[in-house]
Nanobody, 122 residues
Framework: QVQLVESGGGLVQPGGSLRLSCAAS????????MSWYRQAPGKERELVAI????????NYADSVKGRFTISRDNAKNTVYLQMNSLKPEDTAVYYC???????????????WGQGTQVTVSS
């Protein structure tokens, strides 16, 4: 059973920090590209950060670059999102995603966690 469980969300003051975790189970974690998305009220879900399965390359949305850091620990089947210098506009539900493309077969697999609420407010 594929399962992604996010944790670490909460209410934080502007300028504060949070560390989100996504614990994965039920699949070969190291083979999947892991990413964090977020969805603010009334807005589309957007990609925040991504880390590849090979080489650990990362990319970030411009809005979070320099403030957020995605990392993964394959031994723990966990991906993290360290969020610093938080702004009110970072308020959203944050979702963990696991993605794999079976190139030879042309199939794609994508799984989502339940989300964790991050609220940045004074």
């Amino acid at each position: 059973q594929v399962q992604l469980v996010e944790s670490g969300g909460g209410l934080v003051q502007p300028g504060g920090s949070l560390r989100l975790s996504c614990a994965a189970s039920g699949f070969t974690f190291s083979r999947y590209v892991m990413s964090w998305y977020r969805q603010a009220p009334g807005k589309e879900r957007e990609l925040v950060a991504i880390i590849t399965s090979v080489g650990g390359s990362t990319n970030y949305a411009d809005s979070v670059k320099g403030r957020f850091t995605i990392s993964r620990d394959n031994a723990k089947n966990t991906v993290y999102l360290q969020m610093n210098s938080l702004k009110p506009e970072d308020t959203a539900v944050y979702y963990c995603n696991a993605f794999r493309k079976a190139t030879m077969q042309g199939n794609e697999y994508s799984n989502w966690g339940q989300g964790t609420q991050v609220t940045v407010s004074s």
